[in-house]
């Protein structure tokens, strides 16, 4: 029987959502989140004690947030972006789709061995920079960066935060991971970049000119600033495969690069607002408040009843968390979604737990607020005056989704019956 309090936390949590989705006066969805934040803790429904736990949970994923945005903020105005998109045209050789092919599958390389939100927050620049100097039309370019960051992070631990929630606490070892998750998510970049070439074939130029190309010149700030990044990414994928906290390297190098460019008059107070974009962090912290607000009064002492069979688990888990995801932002669905996992029995708590990684990463690209990396995405593209309204995106959203994940969710299915996983 729902009381009033139950009520209550549905009515805020609805509204919360519509909010996001609907965005009434253009605001960030951050306002909304921490609207629905400080409705939850009014209720009662969260204890204000539980807030610092609460914060707890995110931060890791908001420390490694901060310093990469402030590294690549950095970067970006060093000119290291332009220098690399330079590099990209001069690889296609004219090929509009050779051109889109080879950012496609950078992107994928890049999200695979480091992260999505690395991806998204380094890949977005290049192609803005690449589009708005050829005078290419910006949309399926931008759309191949938020998608493949989403859509092939599912390969390696370090791929996406989800994962390393996942994988700390099933402790499937690095190469277990690997062997249950490469062919998925390999089929998974392939069939998003096979629709893109198709939703966006006329939008895509055949050819562009690349007559106006200057020799590349490397000044010693790009050097610097290039340097930097690089080992900082470098770090990354290096403290992925110890198992310690990517934030270590992400906080470090931009912290470093900060430094740097703070000491040769680089780096004003007024860049460290755009760099960091606030909002991202209230947002995180926010939802994580209405999540918990949600658990503790539909959850909390329940057990969900999950299929003893495999293929059912991992379908399950590709649902729950796809859905989730859409509703309350992967992240804190991820750590809902664990709390789960951990009370299954042990015949199908890896393959729920698998199923759920492909429902929270590929899953949330469905809406503009699902995965953090969209939020970001986002971000930096209106940071560029570029127009995406929640409808153009559910126009390629909604196509590609559904059917990423119905390929995804069958080689998953096929993998863990091959190696009973």
């Not at 606490?169 to 893109?196: I, K």
């Not at 770090?235 to 740097?260: E, S, T």
Request: glycine letters at 10%; proline letters at 5%.
């Amino acid at each position: 029987m729902i009381d009033l309090r139950h009520a209550l936390v549905l009515a805020i949590l609805a509204a919360t959502l519509v909010l996001m989705l609907v965005r009434p006066g253009a605001r960030s969805e951050a306002w909304y989140a921490a609207a629905g934040a400080a409705g939850m803790i009014a209720i009662g429904a969260v204890p204000v004690g539980a807030i610092p736990d609460l914060a707890g949970q995110t931060k890791s994923v908001l420390l490694f947030l901060a310093g990469m945005m402030l590294l690549t903020g950095i970067a970006e105005r060093a000119g290291v972006f332009a220098t690399l998109a330079d590099g990209c045209v001069r690889l296609a050789r004219g090929s509009g789709r050779a051109l889109y092919i080879a950012l496609f599958v950078l992107g994928a390389l890049v999200t695979a061995t480091l992260s999505l939100d690395v991806t998204v927050i380094m890949l977005t620049p290049i192609v803005a920079t690449i589009a708005a100097r050829r005078k290419l039309d910006p949309i399926p370019f931008l759309f191949a960066c938020v998608f493949v960051a989403n859509t092939a992070s599912l390969a390696l631990p370090v791929s996406n935060l989800t994962n390393l929630l996942v994988f700390a606490r099933l402790e499937p070892g690095f190469v277990g991971f690997v062997r249950v998750m490469w062919l998925p998510n390999l089929v998974a970049a392939a069939v998003n970049l096979g629709l893109f070439l198709w939703l966006f074939r006329d939008r895509i130029p055949r050819r562009f000119s690349t007559d106006d190309l200057a020799p590349l010149v490397v000044g010693r700030w790009q050097l610097t600033a290039g340097g930097i990044t690089l080992a900082t990414l470098i770090a990354i994928f290096a403290l992925g495969l110890a198992d310690r906290p990517l934030w270590w390297a992400a906080i470090g190098g931009g912290g470093l690069l900060a430094a740097v460019a703070w000491e040769r008059g680089r780096l004003k107070v007024r860049h460290l607002k755009r760099d960091l974009s606030p909002g991202i962090f209230v947002f995180v912290l926010a939802m994580t408040v209405v999540v918990d607000g949600f658990r503790r009064a539909f959850l909390a002492g329940r057990t969900i009843p999950v299929p003893h069979d495999q293929a059912l688990a991992a379908l399950t888990g590709i649902a729950g968390g796809a859905i989730g995801s859409n509703i309350v932002n992967n992240i804190p669905m991820t750590v809902l979604a664990l709390s789960i996992v951990d009370g299954v029995p042990p015949e199908v708590r890896h393959a729920l737990a698998y199923g759920t990684l492909v429902g929270v990463n590929i899953g949330p690209a469905l809406t503009t607020y699902g995965s953090l990396a969209t939020m970001l995405w986002l971000t930096l593209v209106r940071r560029r005056d570029i127009a995406v309204s929640t409808g153009d995106y559910l126009r390629i959203s909604l196509v590609t989704v559904p059917a990423v994940l119905l390929a995804v969710g069958l080689t998953l299915i096929a993998v863990l019956v091959v190696q009973g996983a």
